[in-house]
């Protein structure tokens, strides 16, 4: 039988097999560099759009408030893909 895993490396056509590229420390610093500048980026936003969020609540304004909760999680998903193609880019140097 095998584990959650194997079955989702099966799923994205991976076997368990393939030989993994070590990272270099400079690639390693890169990524941690990566993940520092993203994780400031979101929390910048996040306090942006949660002072709109509860402008929106204190009025009273439904659709507005929806609005802005929306554009939060769209915002933060979009900085976490650019944050993920980043390192993507870093990791396929190595290659």
Do not use: N, W
């Not at 009273?60 to 909760?69: C, H, I, M, P, R």
């Not at 893909?81 to 190595?94: I, M, P, W």
């Amino acid at each position: 039988m095998k584990s959650a895993y194997e079955l989702a490396l099966a799923r994205m056509g991976i076997s368990g097999d393939e030989p993994r590229h070590a990272l270099t420390d400079l690639q390693r610093a890169e990524l941690s560099d990566i993940d520092r500048r993203f994780s400031a980026r979101i929390a910048e936003r996040e306090l942006f759009m949660k002072q709109e969020i509860e402008r929106a609540r204190e009025s009273g304004d439904s659709a507005a408030f929806e609005e802005a909760t929306q554009a939060l999680r769209r915002e933060r998903a979009e900085l976490e893909e650019e944050r993920e193609l980043a390192k993507d880019r870093v990791r396929s140097q190595g290659v």
